[in-house]
Structure formats: C-alpha cells, structure tokens
Nanobody, 124 residues
Framework: QVQLVESGGGLVQAGGSLRLSCTAS??????????MGWFRQVPGKVREFVAA????????YYGDSVKGRFAISRDNAKNSVDLQMNSLKPEDTGVYYCVGDTLDFGPARPPVSWGMGTQVTVSS
C-alpha cells in the first residue's frame, strides 16, 4: 500500500508559475521502483494525463498540452515528486492529482494509486 499526499496549488494569473509537490509513503519494497506523476481533472473534461517520472530509470513523460511548460522532478531520498508549472493558462485550471504505480502508466493506462487532489486556478 502506498499513500500519496499533495501540497502546493492555489490561484495564479495567466502567464505565472506554480509548483506542486507530492510525497509517497508506505511499503519500501514498492517504493524502490515506483513511477509517480500527475493527472488533472479540468471542469467538463475527462481526467487528463499531465506528467510521469519513472523512479529508477528517471525517464519523464508529458501530456501534449503541457509539453515545454511543465517539468516533473523527483527526489528518491524523500520519495517525492514535484511539478513545476510555468506559463500557466486559464485552461490549466483544475484539480491536480498525484498518482503512482509499480507499472508504467499514461493516458491509456491509469495508475493504481491516487492522492486526494489539489486545486489549481489560473485567472485570465
């Protein structure tokens, strides 16, 4: 079992930046090779893949709508992952969920574990 807790989020003007953080806790065996990332729920749309980072290989993946603006980073010692969001747009508004899985995940395969979510609001 793994628990995911997000922090960060809030209100920002278009063009601004925000940083989200997520810390994982639970089974060390599971966390030793664990992918973490972010999905978001934009009002009126299905949940959308934002970014993911594999624990051991360190590869990063991004959704098309955030490529070049968002960056995901990780700290293995702290079992944490951050999402730096730059050049934010009003359409980035939504609830951002920290996610994790022992297997690779993405738009076609949702992850197993989800945090409670944190609200990001971008004003125009």
């Amino acid at each position: 079992q793994v628990q995911l807790v997000e922090s960060g989020g809030g209100l920002v003007q278009a063009g601004g930046s925000l940083r989200l953080s997520c810390t994982a806790s639970g089974s060390e065996r599971i966390l030793s090779d664990y992918s973490m990332g972010w999905f978001r729920q934009v009002p009126g749309k299905v949940r959308e893949f934002v970014a993911a980072r594999r624990w051991s290989r360190g590869l990063a993946y991004y959704g098309d709508s955030v490529k070049g603006r968002f960056a995901i980073s990780r700290d293995n010692a702290k079992n944490s992952v951050d999402l730096q969001m730059n050049s934010l747009k009003p359409e980035d508004t939504g609830v951002y969920y920290c996610v994790g899985d022992t297997l690779d995940f993405g738009p076609a395969r949702p992850p197993v574990s989800w945090g409670m979510g944190t609200q990001v609001t971008v004003s125009s």
